[in-house]
Structures are given as structure tokens and as C-alpha cells.
T-cell receptor
Framework: AQSVTQPDIHITVSEGASLELRCNYSYGATPYLFWYVQSPGQGLQLLLKYFSGDTLVQGIKGFEAEFKRSQSSFNLRKPSVHWSDAAEYFCAVGAKDSNYQLIWGAGTKLIIKP | NAGVTQTPKFRILKIGQSMTLQCTQDMNHNYMYWYRQDPGMGLKLIYYSVGAGITDKGEVPNGYNVSRSTTEDFPLRLELAAPSQTSVYFC???????????FGEGSRLTVL
């Protein structure tokens, strides 16, 4: 069965510092991978996605993620965080043979220290 | 651009009451979804629809019903509310496949 693990429930970083949020997935075939962000009191917004090709994908708001098949990971990175990046981040994996449904990780809450 | 609109934003129900969460989208998307979000649990799929007249169960459908009579609207019905249905509910839509999901702002439901 597919699953997604985000090992960190909370992460605190200083403004201007670099960020890496971890995501590990379990899936037999080539996965379709996504990162979404949820600002407080809002719905989720797509940051980036990986379907195939270049394993380093660029997204909105200066985020990037790298697909590593050998490690079953799709970690999200940003070189320098801003206070406005404080939010909850969700990794998700999808499979065509499940009628395009997504399996979601539990989320990582990012806290920015001034 | 309205996108995905959910109503109500907040609701308190008594055990055994029923209610409908409304969801409408103006992007002519075929795929629509209802999720619930509980703390530390991510999103769980309740029901989804791939087009008007077509609905299917997701991971946690018990206690809920849906209908899809038009492309725009996808209401979620809670029958006989239970405390376990206390959650934040999100409606989402996409044009199809693994396209970008567009989410409503959520509906916070408390069952007492």
C-alpha cells in the first residue's frame, strides 16, 4: 500500500536560514509527487510537483524539491526562508491506478524565528 | 475569480443532527473532492467525483453522502452527526488526472 511519511511534525528555523523538509514515500511504481502549502486558516496551494524527467524541480515562492528514487524521498528545500513562509507543508503521492487519488503525509509545521 | 467556494465556514452541530456542506467551483473542473483534516493526520479523502452524475467513495466515507448533479456543485451531506465527525472539511477541484488541486478555505465543524 502507498504511504507518505513526513518525519518532522514541527520545524523551527531562523529567518534567512536554509530549510529542508523531509518526505519519504512507499510505492512500488514510479510515483507522482507533490508538495502543497497551507497558510493559517486557508486551503492548500500547490508548491511543486514531480512526474518524470529532471529530478530537481522548481516551484513557486523560491522552493525546490529533489526526487531521489534510491532513498524514496522527495525533500523540499529553500535557501533562505522569509517570515511569510510560516505555514504547514504537506507532501503527497499519487498513483494512476488508484483513479488519481492522492495519499497525504501528516504535514510539517514550519515556524520562523525572527 | 472565485475558484472554490465552501459554505459555511464554521458550524456547531448537536449529536444526531444533519447538515450539508456546500461546495461550488467556477473553473469548469470535472474532478471534485471532499477531504477531512484532523490534527497530525493530513488529509483523508471522503468522496470524490469525476464528473456530473458520477461519485465514488474515498478512504473514509462512512457517515457521509454526496451528490453531483452539476459540474459546479458538489455538496457533502452529514447524516446523524457524531463527535468523530468534528473536523475541518476541504473541498477541492481539478481539471483532471494529477492537475493542480484548487482548495476552498475549509469548513470547521464541531459536533457536541
Amino acid at each position: 500500500a502507498q504511504s507518505v511519511t513526513q518525519p518532522d511534525i514541527h520545524i523551527t528555523v531562523s529567518e534567512g536560514a536554509s530549510l529542508e523538509l523531509r518526505c519519504n514515500y512507499s510505492y512500488g511504481a514510479t510515483p507522482y509527487l507533490f508538495w502543497y502549502v497551507q497558510s493559517p486558516g486557508q486551503g492548500l496551494q500547490l508548491l511543486l510537483k514531480y512526474f518524470s524527467g529532471d529530478t530537481l524541480v522548481q516551484g513557486i515562492k523560491g522552493f525546490e524539491a529533489e526526487f531521489k528514487r534510491s532513498q524514496s524521498s522527495f525533500n523540499l528545500r529553500k535557501p533562505s526562508v522569509h517570515w511569510s513562509d510560516a505555514a504547514e507543508y504537506f507532501c503527497a503521492v499519487g498513483a494512476k491506478d488508484s483513479n488519481y487519488q492522492l495519499i497525504w503525509g501528516a504535514g510539517t509545521k514550519l515556524i520562523i524565528k525572527p | 475569480n472565485a475558484g472554490v467556494t465552501q459554505t459555511p465556514k464554521f458550524r456547531i452541530l448537536k449529536i444526531g443532527q444533519s447538515m450539508t456542506l456546500q461546495c461550488t467551483q467556477d473553473m469548469n473542473h470535472n474532478y471534485m473532492y471532499w477531504y477531512r483534516q484532523d490534527p497530525g493526520m493530513g488529509l483523508k479523502l471522503i468522496y470524490y467525483s469525476v464528473g456530473a452524475g458520477i461519485t465514488d467513495k474515498g478512504e473514509v466515507p462512512n457517515g457521509y453522502n454526496v451528490s453531483r448533479s452539476t459540474t459546479e456543485d458538489f455538496p457533502l451531506r452529514l447524516e446523524l452527526a457524531a463527535p468523530s465527525q468534528t473536523s475541518v472539511y476541504f473541498c477541492a477541484s481539478t481539471h483532471g488526472g494529477f492537475g493542480e488541486l484548487f482548495f476552498g478555505e475549509g469548513s470547521r465543524l464541531t459536533v457536541l
